[in-house]
């Protein structure tokens, strides 16, 4: 079975610094997708980046980027000139690429704390 | 654009009680799935459907049930509510097994 282990549960980071959250996947598939999800304290699920494991180049999207190294199975997430709206927890997902698939397995978050 | 509506927000509901939350989009999105969400776990998946009439168990299906009879619609009973049942409920919906899922704004609900 897949599984997804976040081993940071809380991290802090002062405003405009750089931090980066961790991710490790275990999976026996070739073919599948990562996700960064951010939930602030509204509870709303928001993607923040994500990943096709066929692609080697490391998804970017403005401040955040990930560093995804698919034979040590790692996807850590890097956040660079925090703000403090950056604060809320994280979670790492994995989904293997499948049509009939819609199981996405999470890990167990990572509280982001920013401070001023 | 509404994207996935959950109802209700918040519930209270005693031992035994049953219920539906009910989860819709409107973004014509064929995959659709119900995920708890418990302190210190992440989510886990209870059930999903990849299109209309198709419904299929996840990771913790045990206590729920779910049917997809539109592709907008796709509401999770509680058949007797227990107390392990209390969890925050999200429902999340895609267009295809490559693009990413969009997530209601979640249930939470107490079971006393």
């Known amino acids: 079975a897949q599984t997804v282990t976040q081993s940071q549960p809380e991290m802090s980071v002062q405003e405009a610094e750089t931090v980066t959250l961790s991710c490790t996947y275990d999976?026996?598939?070739?073919?599948?997708?990562l996700f960064w999800y951010k939930q602030p304290p509204s509870r709303q699920m928001i993607l923040v980046i994500r990943?096709?494991?066929?692609?080697?180049q490391n998804a970017t999207e403005n401040r955040f980027s990930v560093n995804f190294q698919k034979a040590a199975k790692s996807f850590s997430l890097k956040i660079s000139d925090s703000q403090l709206g950056d604060a809320a927890m994280y979670f790492c997902?994995?989904?293997?690429?499948?049509?009939?698939?819609?199981?996405?397995?999470f890990g167990a978050g990572t509280r982001l704390t920013v401070k001023p | 654009n509404a994207g996935v509506t959950q109802t209700p927000k918040f519930q209270v509901l005693k031992t035994g009680q049953s219920m539906t939350l009910q989860c819709a989009q409107d973004?014509?999105?064929?995959?659709m799935s119900w995920y708890r969400q418990d302190p210190g776990m992440g989510l886990r998946l209870i059930h999903y459907?990849?299109?209309?009439?198709?419904?299929d168990q996840g990771e913790v299906p045990n206590g729920y049930n779910v049917s997809r009879s539109t592709t907008e619609d796709f509401p999770l009973r509680l058949l007797s509510a227990a107390p392990s049942q209390t969890s925050v409920y999200f429902c999340?919906?895609?267009?295809?097994?490559?693009?990413?899922?969009?997530f209601g704004q979640g249930t939470r609900l107490t079971v006393v």
């Open positions: 999340a919906s895609r267009w295809t097994e490559n693009t990413e899922a969009f």
């Open positions: 999976t026996s598939e070739s073919d599948y997708y």
């Open positions: 990943q096709e494991a066929y692609k080697q």
């Open positions: 997902a994995y989904r293997y690429s499948s049509y009939n698939n819609n199981d996405m397995r």
């Open positions: 973004m014509n999105h064929e995959y």
């Open positions: 459907s990849v299109g209309a009439g198709i419904t």
